[in-house]
Every structure is written in structure tokens, then in C-alpha cells.
């Protein structure tokens, strides 16, 4: 059986929506889930809605953030 993820936050600011695995509040900013009975009844509800994932930063390379300090 595959696992499907998802990214979903609540549908409105200040909407808390409890995780079935640990009933948490689901994040404002969003959060990757399983994909499950509970999210597609939740997202027939209209409580959540899928969301784009924020964009990963690239960390610069300890040497580099080193030679810029000593440059400034």
C-alpha cells in the first residue's frame, strides 16, 4: 500500500483543525500529512484546503558565510 502526502493547512486563519494521530493543531502555515479518510472528510467540510509547500531554502556552506563576514 503506497502512502500518499499532501500538503494542506486550515482553510481559515484562526481555524484549528486537530491531527487524527497525535490531535495536535494542524500548523497555520501548513503541514505535510497522510493522505486519509480524515483529511478527505475534513477537506469535504471545507476546513482544510491544499496548500502550495514553502519554497526550501538553499543553506550557504559554513566556509562561505565565514568569508562573507570577514569581507563586511
Known amino acids: ?4 502526502k499532501r500538503y494542506i493547512k486550515p482553510a481559515r486563519e484562526g481555524l484549528v483543525v486537530r491531527q487524527p494521530q497525535n ?3 494542524l500548523p497555520a ?3 505535510w500529512v497522510d493522505w486519509s479518510g480524515h483529511w478527505v472528510r475534513r477537506k ?3 476546513s482544510i484546503v491544499e ?3 514553502p ?3 538553499k543553506a550557504k556552506p ?3 558565510a ?3 563576514k570577514e569581507a563586511d
Open 55 to 57: 519554497a526550501k531554502t
Open 51 to 53: 496548500a502550495k509547500p
Open 29 to 31: 502555515e501548513g503541514a
Open 44 to 46: 469535504a467540510e471545507g
Open 62 to 64: 559554513q566556509g562561505e
Open 66 to 68: 565565514t568569508k562573507q
Open 23 to 25: 490531535g495536535r493543531p
Open 1 to 4: 500500500m503506497t502512502v500518499i
